[in-house]
């Protein structure tokens, strides 16, 4: 991992164990099988099949012929530099094969919309030659709507699984902002079907109430009880602070600097004060209603 800041620097991290970097025959032939065959018409990445020639090239005589499949590299890419109308026929190939409407599934998803990609990135004279033009377009459709629904039934259910409302902290926000994403980018028509979209809002909104209430509590310990010294009448200020902290979770009362480091101490003055004016000589003394 090669990484590159502002200060023109280049970081590289990787393993300590020179020998377990080393490419052979068995990672450039698993490189190459990952890949989809050229037949199902999905998409290549010219950049990465490029690595994996200029990986194969490096390698000794030895371990290139480990690399039983470097045919199938070189046919991906030509594959890759061809234009879409050198594709024509192919694409008319792939298109006949497409299963009827009501039988694609999403395990085709990826090869449809691979096709569609390509007929848009046709020539208008080019398009006219396609044949079942109307039929890949159904196709394209109805792997956004399965694509939309899975999506719509993989949010519900995230939702449901997110912390009862009064359990969350702030290290649940980060998932919460994620789902609330994409609930936004689901069409209207799919949104309308989350049904707890009400506890993702109202999850947001315990975010929101969390940070209001430690900016509240930083604010009021700056404001008061930070310089302050406390005595047997600091009490009406210490129950405001900690009414600022009730309903901050524990876990998130840890982040707050200020609570540890005025509040704590703070209470825990009041609370000596408190025992000496009660005790002298270590006994209690009676107290007399006036």
């Not at 694609?104 to 998803?109: E, K, M, N």
């Not at 009862?164 to 980060?174: A, G, I, M, R, V």
């Not at 310990?221 to 309903?247: R, V, Y």
């Not at 609570?259 to 009660?278: F, M, S």
Request: one cysteine or more; hydrophobic letters at 40%.
């Amino acid at each position: 991992l090669s990484i590159y800041n502002d200060a023109n620097y280049v970081y590289c991290f990787g393993n300590v164990d020179e020998t377990a970097q080393i490419i052979n025959g068995t990672d450039v032939y698993n490189q190459i099988a990952r890949q989809p065959d050229t037949n199902e018409f999905k998409y290549y990445n010219e950049f990465e099949l490029r690595r994996i020639q200029e990986r194969y090239n490096n390698l000794s005589a030895e371990e290139q012929a480990k690399v039983t499949n470097i045919d199938k590299l070189t046919e991906m890419l030509a594959v890759a530099n061809m234009l879409p109308e050198e594709r024509l026929d192919e694409l008319n190939d792939a298109i006949a094969s497409l299963p009827e409407t009501s039988e694609i599934t999403l395990d085709q998803a990826e090869t449809i919309e691979s096709l569609y990609n390509t007929y848009l990135s046709m020539t208008d004279e080019a398009k006219q030659n396609v044949v079942g033009a109307d039929k890949l377009a159904a196709a394209y459709t109805s792997v956004q709507e399965l694509r939309n629904a899975a999506a719509t039934e993989a949010l519900v259910n995230e939702i449901n699984a997110l912390p009862l409302e009064q359990e969350l902290t702030l290290s649940d926000e980060t998932q919460i902002d994620n789902l609330l994403q994409r609930l936004e980018a689901l069409p209207a028509e799919y949104a309308a079907l989350v049904a707890n979209a009400d506890k993702l809002n109202a999850a947001k909104a315990r975010m929101t109430d969390i940070h209001t209430r430690i900016a509240g509590l930083e604010g009021f310990i700056d404001q008061n009880l930070a310089a302050a010294e406390i005595t047997l009448d600091s009490k009406a200020m210490l129950d405001e602070a900690l009414a600022w902290a009730e309903g901050i979770p524990a876990a998130d009362l840890e982040s707050v600097s200020r609570y540890g480091q005025y509040l704590l101490p703070a209470v825990t003055d009041y609370v000596n004060l408190l025992i000496d004016a009660l005790y002298q000589n270590g006994k209690l003394i009676e107290r007399q209603s006036s």
